[in-house]
């Protein structure tokens, strides 16, 4: 089960009313009218985007003729959409789409992960953080702080008692790249190591070493893909690049990089062989 977090809740909210809504037969601007508001409020609620009033959703339930025990779990939902996650604190800062992309990750039951050149962002010590962040020309030094402070809550679904499922699959130009310089980049790696250790059975690195020739992920950048507790959510994509972030559900598209995934993972050494890789490039900086 993944943790709870009010954007996945909007979004299967907004899943089941749409589903609930063909069922009945009705169309977003017939249901609109039943609930007293527009076509476009219908369709930002079904598409998570929007927080639905208790009253509209009682107007909805009955025009769907949702039964009793349903219509209950559609109110639990709602209930839990109106919380507050800790990624709301930034909403000033970053993106909504990297807003949205927190709360699904915090949501989410498993990540699967590639990266090319960089550690992956829920694996990054704090210095590294901060070194690749700090390096950059895009963002005002003022925001620096707050974003490397998401970065390292983000990290809190490691823990407790329902922790993230991760799995990662990096290239070892990663292990090279000096971000921050030697010293930080060989804390890094053994940090890195540390945690495959701490979480043995969640968390999963594989190094796709230099000696591999073409495979699905090579010349792809950083991509996540989640997966979700509950069987009403598609798998989601998420990719970023300096300009824009983006959250994938169109099936085909979400194969492909699946695909891609397990391909990088077939030619990837064995979680122990990446481990001693990782070791050894951290005793020869």
């Known amino acids: 089960m993944g943790s709870a977090s009010p954007v996945v809740a909007a979004w299967e909210l907004g899943v089941r009313l749409r589903e609930r809504r063909d069922l009945a037969g009705l169309t977003s601007t017939r249901a609109a009218k039943h609930a007293r508001c527009t076509q476009g409020y219908i369709s930002d609620v079904e598409r998570g985007n ?42 000033g800062i970053l993106d909504p789409t990297v807003l949205r992309m927190f709360g699904l990750e915090h949501g989410a039951e498993t990540v699967r992960a590639h990266e090319s050149l960089l550690i992956y962002g829920l694996l990054q010590t704090e210095e590294y953080a901060h070194a690749l962040g700090g390096g950059s020309a895009i963002f005002r030094s003022a925001d620096m702080r707050p974003r490397m402070a998401a970065r390292m809550l983000r ?15 990096m290239s070892e130009g990663a292990l090279h790249q000096e971000v921050g310089g030697r010293a930080v980049l060989g804390r890094q790696l053994r940090h890195l190591v540390e945690m ?14 230099f000696s591999i020739g073409r495979f699905g992920t090579l010349g792809v950048g950083t991509f996540h893909l989640f997966e979700f507790p509950s069987p009403r959510l598609p798998p989601l994509l998420y990719q970023e690049s300096v300009s824009y972030a983006e959250l994938i559900d169109r099936p085909p598209v ?4 699946a695909v891609a995934f397990e391909d990088g993972q077939r030619v990837a ?16 900086l």
Do not use: C, F, M
Request: no cysteine.
């Open 196 to 209: 495959v250790e701490r979480h043995p059975d969640t968390v999963d690195v594989r190094v796709v070493p």
């Open 50 to 91: 929007t927080r639905i009033g208790s009253e509209k959703l009682e107007l909805l339930l009955k025009a769907y003729q949702v039964d009793p025990e349903e219509a209950d779990e559609l109110r639990a939902l709602r209930e839990e959409v109106n919380r507050r996650g800790w990624w709301q604190e930034y909403s």
């Open 269 to 284: 050494l064995s979680a122990e062989d990446s481990r001693a890789v990782i070791r050894r490039t951290e005793k020869e």
């Open 155 to 169: 990290q809190q679904r490691l823990d407790g008692d329902d922790p993230l499922r991760l799995s990662v699959v």
């Open 254 to 257: 979400v194969r492909d990089y």
